[in-house]
């Protein structure tokens, strides 16, 4: 069973949740205007647990048939028979319980709005079908987490959690897209949408870039809320030259270093970004 259990979290990449739970726990922060209860502390890591933990399942789920055939991801845990899809269901049905319960700890609103957002994280597994864009649909879901987080702590959604969140979206669009590029010849083949396989690389990764100029612009706008200052504007400094780095290591003809933009360089970025907004909100 344990081994299972190994599988399955290998297989849904949860060391990939470093990509959006900082940045919940930044909204936690700042919605707080200092350090959050444990309480609430605890059960937004549960739910944001239970939402990823759901929305990847479901991913690899409705996705099994493409994988199967992608020499990239042939040997994820459906297509290479290591899990089957009735341990795979259960286990989003047990993520999906973890998430909606630990709404319900949180508050009323986010309990609420609780369906909502798994509807929403599910919906992106079908997007690739039917429209190039789905790099913005990925960076919505994303987004839900500082919203989410922000409702927990305020029970309620102001501009600034939006702010938060148009910056992931634009965030998580622009480095999906360089990630996507290495599939353009399968989805070709497969039928599947994208930006690189609709515009190519070169134009492609030209949108990335515009993409994380427009993540900046948002967190800087940050600032106009009044409730960060020199540490949160340090950080975005930071941010700004690891994305130049980023996309200073991609071209046309080298992606052989996606993999180190895709999650090295957006995992630092979401964590130092978090670290300095908690210093910020709370020793500042």
Not at 46 to 61: E, H, T
Not at 134 to 153: D, I, K, N, T
Not at 212 to 232: A, D, E, N, P, S
């Amino acid at each position: 069973m344990f081994s299972k259990i190994k599988i399955l979290f290998e297989d849904i990449k949860f060391s990939h949740t470093v990509f959006a739970l900082p940045f919940a726990l930044m909204s936690a922060f700042i919605a707080s205007e200092g350090l959050p209860s444990m309480n609430k502390i605890i059960w937004v890591l549960l739910a944001m647990v239970g939402a990823r933990s759901a929305a990847m399942a479901c991913n690899r789920i409705v996705d099994a048939k493409y994988d199967a055939l992608n020499p990239r991801t042939k040997n994820r845990a459906l297509p290479s028979k290591k899990i089957n899809r009735q341990s795979y269901l259960f286990f989003l049905l047990s993520s999906v319980v973890l998430f909606i319960f630990s709404a319900y700890q949180l508050n009323r609103l986010a309990f609420l709005l609780s369906p909502v957002a798994l509807s929403i994280v599910f919906f992106y597994s079908w997007t690739k079908r039917f429209t190039v864009y789905s790099h913005f649909y990925l960076g919505l879901a994303l987004s839900l987490a500082p919203v989410g987080a922000w409702v927990a702590v305020r029970e309620d959604i102001t501009i600034t959690p939006l702010i938060l969140g148009a910056a992931v979206i634009f965030w998580l669009a622009g480095f999906d897209i360089i990630y996507a590029c290495q599939d353009i010849e399968f989805d070709k083949q497969a039928g599947l949408l994208s930006i690189p396989e609709k515009f190519g690389v070169e134009k492609a990764l030209k949108l990335s870039s515009l993409f994380h100029l427009i993540m900046v612009t948002f967190l800087m706008l940050l600032l106009l809320t009044k409730q960060l200052g020199w540490v949160y504007l340090s950080g975005i400094i930071i941010v700004s030259a690891l994305l130049l780095y980023e996309h200073s290591i991609i071209s046309p003809n080298d992606l052989s270093k996606v993999n180190v933009a895709f999650f090295n360089v957006n995992g630092q970025i979401s964590v130092l970004l978090m670290v300095l907004t908690i210093i910020d909100c709370t020793l500042v």
